[in-house]
């Protein structure tokens, strides 16, 4: 890398490197970031970068305590609300999730009214989702007028999932960027169809030589919203071994949602 040659010195410079080994692993990974924010104990990028691989790893507490960490270097600004948001919430810590996540909305994230959007939706909120969702959409310039239309037909007991894979086909044909294909995914994951959700983990990327794939968001994704079922998913634990995540719980110690019984992992 071109910053580790002019100054090999630069923590930042030197932890990515080390999460863009060829033989990456997320004990490479989490390691080189807890370097990196020992190093810069005020490093808010390296600290929120923990703080997410932290809740994909099951590390949940320790995720809130760093989000808690950029609320107290920047309380003006949304991040640490966010961050930490999402850990409360992936630690079943739901009504401390929504206070963090309203400050985060106050302070001006637009990405944080669909967590609780996402959050209504799971609750079977129907009309506060399509609210939230509505003012999701027009918050980032994006038509809101078929949020109605996707919850009322998905909600159908009979018809909603036939009318759920339509919609969902059709909105990853006509996906512009990563980003829109994982907006359409996620409406799999919100209203429990968890079997397709991991088949579009799958589709986005199986497990790579640097850890990394366009599947990583959703994967982190249903970790927040473990109450949807996600980490009961048999694919979970499968995915967990073939990623690394098992290895690096061996060595730093079980995470928030799993034991050991038997010689293998269980998780809630």
């Known amino acids: 890398m071109k910053a580790l040659e002019l100054d090999p010195t630069l923590v930042g410079a030197r932890s990515y490197a080390e999460t863009a080994r060829p033989d990456w692993s997320w004990t490479i990974e989490i390691e080189a970031l807890e370097e990196a924010v020992r190093a810069e104990p005020e490093n808010i990028l390296a600290i929120e970068a923990l703080s997410y691989d932290l809740v994909i790893a099951g590390y ?7 989000g808690q960490r ?3 270097l920047e309380p003006l600004a949304s991040n640490g609300y966010f961050r930490a948001g999402e850990a409360l919430m992936a630690a079943g810590r739901r009504d401390e999730a929504l206070i963090h996540m309203k400050r ?3 302070l001006g994230s637009h990405e944080m009214i669909w967590y609780l959007a996402a959050d209504a939706l799971i609750q079977r909120s129907d009309e506060r989702a399509i609210d939230l969702y ?3 959409l027009a918050a980032i310039g994006a038509d809101p007028s078929i949020v109605r239309t996707v919850i009322e037909n998905t909600s159908n007991a009979e018809t909603g999932k036939l009318f759920l894979d339509q919609w969902i086909a059709t909105a990853v044909s006509e996906a512009a960027n990563i980003n829109e294909l994982r907006q359409a995914y996620y409406w799999y994951l919100i209203f429990g169809y968890l079997d397709d959700f991991w088949l579009a983990i799958e589709s986005l990327g199986g497990v790579t030589i640097t850890g990394w794939t366009n599947a990583d968001t959703l994967e982190q994704v249903g970790m927040v919203f473990r109450n ?5 998913h ?5 995915r967990s071994k073939a990623s690394s995540l098992t290895a690096l719980w061996d060595k730093r110690g079980a995470p928030d949602h799993c034991s050991k019984s038997g ?3 269980v998780c809630e």
Do not use: N
């Open 60 to 66: 949940f507490e320790e995720s809130i305590r760093l």
């Open 70 to 72: 950029i609320v107290d």
């Open 104 to 106: 985060a909305i106050e």
């Open 134 to 136: 509505e003012k999701y």
């Open 228 to 232: 949807s079922g996600f980490t009961k």
């Open 234 to 238: 048999p694919k979970y634990l499968s």
């Open 263 to 265: 010689g293998d992992w």
